[in-house]
């Protein structure tokens, strides 16, 4: 299904000349038609305070094989919905959206759109994130001294671990990884290409995830304590990356100096800062009786958590740690309970505290579900992108016999063909809005699901779903063992130990396709800041162009065996024509540069599951 003939428009540099402009500006955007396309006039059609206006684009450039149209968008609101209507020779009307071309009236919703609320930082959207669960990266040999507390279930590092959720001792076995193991592998995080390192909780808490917590004063003293995280802020930084924290907004622990000054009296300070009910009870998260949650509607709890100087979101980006930003936990229920909603206050109390310490920080917020109508505005930057990224491209690539357990919903996800995958892809994206989606992550799995050598059961579809996370929109986020292979058929069982002690055991093509992917993003400007182009989608392959005015990139990801794919030159090459082909990336090793044969370039055929890049 070639698809280069589709008129296109997105919020990459080809078609939109400022990406972060101020109130009350106008943009150019651009409008790519095919020369076949029976298109004679074209609007953008935007909202003004609500109210639509349509306003006439120009046809700027003709070949033989492309129109380019331009318009003057007007800036009237901090975020800028808009469309293009086509219409035809013969009276048809076409609308494009960031989902595609539609001939019937639809509503907003999938709309391009523009942000004149503050970008978020280069570093963040440039950038490929390391996560570490702390408990289960390294030991340090201080880890050996220090004592087991009494709630904690001790394991060795080569011990099976145990995850289901029926088992008590699910979140209590400790393994013992420590801030100082995490140093003293940084070279491994180096090889994998990474930049920004992200650790689940630092704060003390009563397991071994450190949801929980216990206080936001200090650092868990079994990973080190206050010493060991300033030592590992310095190591990074050194490296010049960055260094995120987590934090939970939506609840504490039960053993929270804050909730259990709040059960112990009344009329403690601290007792509006959860929801009591009449008789003592208290709301929590999901159910869990450890997790109460905090009610953001209290002025003293948001001063104490989220806003100021002297909050814990301030607090912790100051010297000695100098955090760079926040992937805030649960940001999607965070000030939500039934009838009250304050969650876009908190999410721009997050952000604008985290700016007034660090012009450049960075806030993420966990959402595996819909996160559209948390995004692009003053808020959280970007989202963990389950339904964006994670869920498509696990439905594409997933083995009909994978044990991995579902996340999110009652069954594991189908197995879908190219077509709906691409869909998926590019309704999500238009759904999030170009800026942040491509803030976003990228995620193939993380600490709360099953891994990605585990869906797919096969280390080259492994390689093609570490490709997509690379050269899609979206900043790749990597669960530190993904890159070596390591299994876990859900969240619990993914957070298995990393065998540093066992590396006859690592999938070392994997590591080295990891760092080959990371080299090649950092590399090709148009694999970080490019539009997303759709050339060509059959059942097993999906073929796509990073566009940049600084030089475009073709994608080839199969996911088995398949012919050779031919794309009509004109439109891929435009007026020049001119094709480099030079192989950029390829997961499985040495591929065969792109040929132009006549009036079409040719994608070479695949013998298996692949993922190549050509420059063109």
């Known amino acids: 299904m070639n698809l280069l003939h589709e008129p296109h428009h997105d919020g990459s540099p080809t078609y939109l000349d400022q990406e972060a402009p101020v109130l009350g500006a106008t943009v150019t955007v651009r409008l790519r038609t095919s020369a076949e396309d029976p298109v004679e006039r074209v609007w953008v059609r935007t909202t003004y305070d609500a109210e639509p206006v349509f306003h006439p684009c120009t046809a700027v450039a003709r070949d033989a094989h492309t129109t380019w149209w331009e318009g003057a968008l007007p800036v009237r609101n901090p975020v800028t919905h808009y469309r293009f209507l086509l219409a035809d020779a013969d009276g048809q009307q076409r609308w494009l959206t960031a989902a595609g071309t539609v001939e019937h009236d639809l509503a907003d919703a999938l709309d391009f759109r523009v942000s004149a609320h503050e970008p978020p930082p280069d570093w963040g959207r440039d950038g490929v994130v390391y996560q570490v669960f702390p408990d289960r990266f390294a030991r340090s040999a201080a880890a050996d001294e220090r004592e087991t507390p009494a709630w904690a279930e001790p394991a060795d590092w080569d011990d099976e671990v145990v995850f289901e959720l029926s088992d008590p001792r699910t979140p209590l076995q400790l393994f013992g990884g420590d801030l100082d193991g995490v140093v003293e592998h940084l070279d491994h995080v180096a090889a994998v290409g990474a930049t920004i390192l992200y650790t689940t909780p630092v704060f003390p808490g009563e397991s071994n995830h450190r949801y929980n917590a216990s206080t936001f004063d200090g650092v868990e003293p079994l990973l080190g304590g206050d010493a060991a995280y300033e030592r590992l802020a310095r190591a990074v930084h050194a490296r010049g990356w960055r260094l995120l924290g987590d934090l939970t907004t939506n609840h504490t622990g039960d053993t929270h100096e804050w909730f259990l000054a709040a059960v112990a009296d009344p009329d403690a300070p601290t007792r509006s800062w959860y929801h009591f009910d009449a008789d003592g009870g208290y709301e929590c998260w999901m159910g869990f009786a450890t997790l109460p949650k905090l009610n953001h509607a209290d002025p003293g709890l948001r001063a104490a958590m989220v806003e100021g100087p002297d909050s814990i979101v301030a607090r912790w980006l100051r010297p ?45 917020g966990e959402h595996n579900h819909d996160a559209s109508g948390d995004l692009d505005g003053d808020g959280w930057h970007g989202t963990m992108n389950y339904s964006g990224f994670s869920w498509p491209v696990w439905s594409w690539l997933r083995a009909p016999d994978s044990p991995a357990r579902a996340f999110g919903r009652p069954l594991p996800v189908p197995r879908r063909p190219g077509p709906l995958v691409q869909r998926t892809l590019r309704e999500w994206l238009a759904r999030y809005g170009w800026r942040a989606a491509s803030t976003s992550w990228n995620i193939l799995g993380s600490h709360d699901s099953a891994r990605i050598r585990t869906v797919v059961q096969d280390p080259a579809r492994h390689r093609v779903a570490a490709g997509l996370q690379f050269t899609l929109p979206g900043v790749p986020m990597v669960f530190a063992g993904d890159e070596i292979g390591l299994e876990g058929i859900v969240g619990e069982d993914s957070r298995r130990p990393m065998p540093w002690q066992h590396r006859e055991r690592w ?12 080299a090649a993003r950092r590399e090709h400007v148009a694999l970080r800041r490019g539009g997303l182009r759709w050339a060509h989608v059959d059942d097993d392959t999906l073929v796509f162009v990073r566009e940049h005015p600084d030089g475009d990139v ?24 001119r094709l480099d082909g030079a192989v950029v990336l390829a997961t499985e090793g040495a591929s065969t540069p792109l040929v132009r044969e006549g009036e079409e370039v040719v994608v070479p055929a695949g013998d298996g599951a692949s993922l190549t890049g050509w420059r063109l």
């Not at 930003?325 to 985290?354: F, Y």
């Not at 999938?507 to 990371?518: K, P, Q």
């Not at 065996?561 to 009509?568: E, T």
């Open 320 to 364: 000695p740690y100098d955090v760079d930003g926040w992937r805030i936990d649960v940001a999607n229920m965070t000030g939500r309970l039934g009838a009250l909603d304050v969650n876009h206050e908190v999410a721009r109390a997050v952000r604008r505290t985290a700016q007034a310490e660090r012009p450049d920080a960075l806030v993420i």
């Open 554 to 577: 073709l994608i080839a990801a199969r996911r088995a065996a398949g012919p050779a794919v031919r794309l009509p030159a004109g439109q891929l090459l435009g007026a020049a024509g």
């Open 507 to 518: 999938d070392t093509a994997t590591l080295a396709a990891y760092g080959a992917l990371a």
